[in-house]
């Protein structure tokens, strides 16, 4: 009896959970659902502590073990600060379960609705904003300048990096803003962190202080070109998701 009422009571602290991370809603109330919190002072006064409930007024409260059986107890309160008489209730057990079942089902469907709703609206505010207009023609022009860079000081691929990379912060922030953060599209984190690194070092070794290291600086721009298309194809799935 003890593991059942607490299910049910862990049940509905997972409900709440849920409907707080998702809408900000306050906890279960009274006057919304007066039926779980109902089952949830059975809980509390049967197993949670029960031979001695409550901060001012205390009451008293144990489970009739000759009543004990899966479908049903008997619960028995004393109020002795209130002077009221002795409360003896028969809680059936399988009646609880049926009422908490439909009343979390009811929660989901209605908390699923909400989710739709507030994605279809989502979608409805960037589905004429698409990522991949930031990106033009992949950037086959500026990737080249890059590469130009490593043969000779050729101005113009300072211009050219600033470019790709301000798209791509750009892009960071679009994505942010349709789901609030990297982490919420799957793979997208691990693109980012990746090509956030080639950004950091190619900023660095070709454009400020460019390094002597032919080699290295072709492998660095091959892999900021390659990761930076992997990236595109994500951003292209996202616009699809959004359209």
Do not use: W
Not at 64 to 69: A, E, Q, V
Not at 81 to 86: F, G, L, P, R
Not at 126 to 136: G, M, R, T, V
């Amino acid at each position: 009896m003890y593991g059942l009422m607490q299910a049910l009571f862990v049940q509905q602290d997972a409900l709440e959970s849920l409907r707080i991370v998702l809408f900000g809603s306050k906890r279960f109330s009274q006057e919304e659902f007066p039926e779980l919190i109902k089952i949830r002072n059975i809980r509390n006064d049967s197993i949670g502590h029960p031979t001695d409930r409550g901060k001012i007024n205390k009451t008293f409260h144990y489970i009739g073990r000759d009543s004990l059986n899966k479908k049903q107890f008997t619960l028995v309160s004393f109020f002795p600060t209130k002077n009221e008489a002795i409360k003896i209730e028969n809680i059936k057990t399988l009646e609880l379960i049926s009422i908490q079942a439909k009343q979390i089902q009811s929660i989901l469907e209605k908390t699923m609705t909400n989710l739709q709703l507030d994605f279809d609206n989502r979608k409805n505010k960037f589905k004429d904003q698409k990522l991949s207009n930031l990106i033009e023609n992949g950037f086959h022009y500026e990737f080249t300048k890059l590469y130009e860079n490593i043969e000779k000081e050729y101005p113009p691929t300072e211009g050219c990096f600033n470019i790709i990379r301000d798209a791509y912060e750009k892009i960071k922030k679009g994505i942010i803003d349709r789901y609030f953060s990297l982490e919420a599209f799957e793979g997208i984190n691990d693109s980012v962190t990746t090509l956030d690194y080639l950004f950091v070092r190619l900023e660095r070794d070709l454009i400020l202080n460019k390094i002597s290291d032919k080699i290295e600086l072709h492998v660095f721009i091959d892999a900021l070109e390659s990761n930076f298309k992997e990236f595109q194809k994500i951003i292209n799935e996202i616009d699809e998701i959004f359209e």
